[in-house]
């Protein structure tokens, strides 16, 4: 009743206050290989979300948080004969957003409830490739957009056991149906020079705008909570998104399927607190675990991850 649960918004029924949560994240990766390491560091938005309480059976929210994004810069260079160096960059920038509405419902034990998003955003890739030793070789950049703009919709259900001496078992489900996206798609070839560091524009292979749709596919996962009133919460979930059937541009393939299993506890000593006990008892201990097959499958090895929060 005084936490957001953005994702099942069949929870928004429990709402009991009007909140308002924002957060901003941090993000440093490193990535290493056997005679290289990478760091980079971003900084962004996270999300914001309103939950207001509109009747003691229903609740309602809007918020805006990031659906997905993009972030890389990659760098090779090769020795080709009678050419001399070559110099291979790729890179990829944006993301897309989701503006949300969101409410729950509740109907004695069952609570239930449905996420209404208009997702937008753009994703940009752009390749080079630049011969720095030769004057007798144009250079080319590819660059494409791809921008999007749709509705998109999920849904949630919950079901509450209420036990004596405050013990309590909820179950629940979330899913989201396969989706087609609407997006245009921008391409430019081109080759050029660069001139005392300036690039300069020699031919256009390829100016292209195309419309098409993206298909998202469908989404379902459920858990389990047994909580011990306001002091103990012990929480699993599972999912699984069926990415093979990603389609982009009619290309197809390009993607696995995912699962993504994850458990957590919280534990809060004493919530009511008085004021002049310490401020630790009313903290909120989180701890949980995560485990994730990740859709992509590079050079035939397969992506793992695993979280510890």
């Not at 459920?222 to 069926?242: H, M, N, P, R």
């Amino acid at each position: 009743p005084f936490n957001i649960n953005s994702a099942n918004p069949a929870s928004l029924a429990s709402t009991r206050l009007t909140i308002f949560d924002f957060g901003v994240i941090d993000n440093s990766t490193q990535i290493s290989s056997s005679s290289q390491n990478y760091t980079t560091n971003r900084t962004g938005f996270a999300y914001a979300t309103l939950v207001i309480p509109v009747a003691k059976w229903w609740g309602s929210c809007i918020g805006l948080r990031p659906y997905s994004d993009v972030g890389y810069n990659i760098l090779t260079q090769q020795t080709q004969n009678n050419i001399g160096q070559v110099n291979y960059s790729y890179t990829g920038q944006g993301g897309i957003n989701q503006l949300f509405w969101g409410n729950g419902f509740k109907i004695k034990n069952l609570y239930v409830g449905a996420n209404l998003a208009f997702l937008f955003g753009n994703f940009t890739y752009t390749s080079r490739d630049s011969f720095p030793t030769s004057s007798y070789f144009l250079n080319t950049k590819y660059l494409q957009k791809t921008t999007f703009n749709d509705l998109y919709y999920s849904f949630g259900l919950q079901y509450k056991l209420q036990f004596r001496k405050g013990w309590s078992v909820t179950f629940g489900a979330t899913g989201s149906m396969q989706t087609s996206l609407n997006t245009q798609q921008t391409t430019l070839d081109i080759n050029y020079m660069n001139v005392l560091g300036v690039e300069v524009d020699k031919d256009t292979n390829i100016n292209a705008t195309k419309n098409a749709k993206i298909i998202i596919p469908m989404t379902i996962g459920g858990g389990i909570v047994i909580k011990k009133s306001e002091k103990l919460l012990v929480g699993l979930d599972y999912s699984v998104q069926d990415w093979s059937s990603f389609n982009s541009f009619g290309e197809q393939g390009l993607l696995k399927n995912n699962q993504k299993a994850s458990v957590g506890i919280q534990y809060i000593p004493d919530k009511n607190a008085g004021r002049g006990e310490s401020y630790a008892k009313k903290i909120f201990y989180r701890v949980g675990f995560r485990y994730a097959d990740s859709y992509l499958d590079l050079n035939s090895t397969p992506i793992k991850d695993y979280t510890f929060t």
